[in-house]
């Protein structure tokens, strides 16, 4: 559908775009973060809606693929191709402008290459939070978050990067602006399109701008670290620890000892929180309205907790310094994963009642595979695992080259059998288009490239992602 | 793009259902609530899933316009036709089950056709909340509510309709049917098609079945009534009260005096809560968790906010039936409304810094038109105002027939000049396509034109809601 980006393109664009749009140095653009593969292409990094939306058009009227590119953090190759006409990759990199801040509407409106911890800042800078919180937000940016419905920490609270937007102003492939930019909190006029542009990868059109939802900040914070026998006791706190604090639960994080074993393997110095570190644990995190006391309402839980035989030990955060510690543990976790480096990762989501059923069948699965250390981990409040399996110590995951496929296999027809997702919150991507197609609903597939034809007819926008490209096959 | 349903089409469906599918009473599916227009059509009450799909698969083959019907308690007639060929009117109303519930999930399945207060019963059974809450809420019915992306009391805490959804099973044009009915928290896999369907108004495939999330019950609740001097120390009201009690605050109701006029008007024996009626009042529900009571909460907001001179009198329930007391005049004023008769009513919503500026400048632009009563309230909250106008005591709505055109657009392009929405919790429907057509953005336009034409090709979904009928003009 889509041709390659040549010199000429290079040099047509020369023609309409300032000099300080080119970048020559492709390096970051094209690699893949973890290094697996690398992309081609003609960087363009324009400064505003209106160069978006000339580039869009003069690569629309030429069929030349247009890959956008916000702070290269995707985990899916999502934003580099990994073969095909090589396309225009444009980076938001230039457009981090906050626009405007509506104190009194608790509303701010961002560009979409506006860091996440700037956007964090901002909000703060008015009194306000910006809840969406994950490991990479010193360097991915509003519009690939957006992009990719991206989650972390808060969604159990907050909800995901959807739930955090009001509006959107969208450069559609031919170039022309939607204008969405809305700050109602209430607008019945019409399809949806906000939610359908996130999410949808940058297959639809080009995010410029977005207006972001605010929340007001918790009176006060907590946070602990709790020892729990199992999984399934895990989600019986969730449970009573919500029946106590309603809302005020933020984080629920589900952590194996696996995860406190690779960091003191890649960082000798680590400092172990548990004496004996436990099989199982959870970060819990909370936020309180005024008059409740975070600590005390945390003793509470554990209290409760201990005697319905649900906890076996616990670290209550007695300080601001305390909590970024517990959460400094947990956020170190993927880097020492991606030091120890894995066979194969998975991002899958369960219905919260069979987390427990998942983990007791996959070990098990798995062992009939091959010998692996497995690190189980994550957002255990939304269902959301990080099932990460890795070599035994001694060996690398080359060595086990041969087993990835049937890894991957064996951990996602698990997950599809208990009506779980293979992509709870990385997205598709390039990497996933495959597992979407073996476990997506064939109508919703159907319906999925309908809307692609419908508003990419030429199939510029990043094109492979999410959907294959039908002239690949 | 369709053809009209007729004695054939009824012949045919007759042979492949069964005879207690069919409604010869046709009155209360054909009749818009306010009696302003009837239809026309043939009526067909399925079973289940699988009947609707056989249904579908027919009308589409013969082109035969198709319109969903949930509870019919919309007000922009987008269950019912006003004009073109007769559909086929699908009633949901046979199929009403709570298919399964999942309680240590806080998760109900339900199917198109259940009522919301059948649904709240449900949640309640399980000790959840489902918080979606209306006047209607005794007959309108899940599918509706999710097509037209409902709105109601509790938006400010906990997001329309839209947010109370996980999955859906829908029924596509062609009589596929998508499994969407997902429990997960997170899944990243793909377009937002839950979204699209939510808000389309039966115009892209009917909801069979929603997977809806539950939340838990706060521990403690309270209300309160009180009187401000003005929108805009409304506004400021709320803000200190989500700075003191965060995510508590679940509605925030603005309330003029005429309404309570109208209470009295229609029915002497109303007792206003105020010995004397102030201008402008708000009722406030909170609902807190386990260890903040909610009456000192409420008292200590009304306190902090007279000082600040936001407030000048106040009731505070002591006791549910308070509460409800409280509540049951907020609820009884849009029945007032529709006895009352009004000439012209908008459910719109603004940027909440610009609803002080909007009630100011609507009154005296309107009575350049005419002198009439006016009775302004909603959810203030969510920036989603009703503006209602009235004639004068002794004048009925039939007098000013000649002036409520240039009422609505006054009242409409005011809206749109600060930023706001002329549909905020109503939807399209039929009654407000030529609003869309002027206010929209174009773009939005191209784009919706596109994915009705992309996933209905025929055109028999609601044929003429929200997007016109091109065959019309």
Redesign the interface.
């Known amino acids: 559908m889509y041709t390659a980006a040549t010199t000429d393109t290079l040099a047509d664009l020369r023609a309409v775009l300032p000099d300080d749009s080119f970048r020559t140095d492709t390096n970051p653009y094209l690699t893949e973060p973890r290094g697996r593969f690398a992309g081609s292409g003609i960087v363009v990094a324009p400064r505003d809606t209106a160069e978006v939306a000339r580039i869009l058009g003069y690569c629309n009227a030429r069929r030349i693929g247009v890959v956008p590119y916000g702070g290269g953090t995707g985990l899916v190759g999502g934003q580099l191709m990994n073969g095909g006409a090589a396309p225009l990759v444009l980076s938001l990199e230039r457009m981090t402008a906050i626009r405007a801040t ?1 104190p ?2 608790s ?1 701010l409106v961002a560009e979409a290459g506006a860091i996440l911890a700037d956007v964090q800042r901002a909000a703060e800078d008015i009194g306000r939070l910006f809840p969406l919180s994950l490991a990479s937000e010193g360097s991915a940016r509003i519009g690939g978050l957006l992009s ?2 991206a ?1 972390g920490v808060n ?2 609270r907050y909800g ?1 990067a ?2 955090q937007c009001l509006g959107l102003e ?1 450069v ?1 492939p031919d170039g ?5 930019l ?12 906000r ?2 542009m ?3 990868e940058g297959t ?1 059109g080009i995010m410029t701008a977005a207006a972001l939802r605010l ?2 900040k ?2 006060g914070v907590g946070a602990a670290m709790l020892a729990v026998p199992s999984p399934a006791a895990a ?1 019986d706190l969730l ?1 009573l620890a ?7 639960v933020s984080a629920f994080e589900l952590i194996h000892r696996q995860g406190l074993d690779f960091l003191t393997e890649v960082g000798p110095d680590f400092r172990a929180p548990f004496a004996q570190t436990p099989e199982w644990m959870v970060l819990i995190d909370i ?6 006391e975070p600590d005390a ?1 945390l003793e509470t839980v554990f209290e409760a907790a201990a005697e319905a035989g649900l906890v076996t030990d616990g670290i209550i955060a007695r300080s601001g310094a305390d909590r970024d510690a517990l959460w400094h543990i947990r956020e170190s976790i993927p880097e020492a994963n991606r030091r120890i480096g894995s066979v194969s990762s998975q991002d899958i ?5 069979q987390v427990p059923a998942f983990i007791a069948q996959a070990g098990p699965q798995l062992a009939r595979i091959g010998d692996f250390r497995i690190n189980c981990f994550g ?1 255990l ?4 695992l990080h099932y990460n399996v890795f070599p035994l110590k001694g060996e690398t995951r080359t060595d086990h080259d041969d087993k990835r496929a049937a890894v991957k296999t064996c951990l996602h027809d698990l997950t599809d059998a208990l ?10 991507g390039r990497l ?1 288009v495959g ?2 197609e073996r ?10 490239r ?2 692609k ?3 990419d007819p030429n199939g510029i926008m990043n094109p492979g992602a ?1 959907l294959r490209n039908l002239t690949d096959d």
Chains 1, 2 share one sequence.
């Open positions: 509506y009194s509407e509303v990719t419905n989650g969604v159990l995901n959807r739930a969208v559609r022309t602006v939607w204008n969405g809305s700050r109602l909190r209430k607008d019945n006029t019409g399809y949806d399109l939610d359908l996130i999410g949808a639809l929340v007001p918790p009176a989600l449970a919500q029946d106590r604090l309603g809302d005020g936020g309180l309205p005024a008059g409740l309402a989501s369960l219905p919260l009642s957002h409040g939304d269902g959301n009506g779980g997702s293979v992509s709870a919150e990385h997205g598709i996933k597992d979407l476990y997506g609903d064939p109508a919703k597939l159907a319906m999925m309908a809307i034809d419908a508003l999410v």
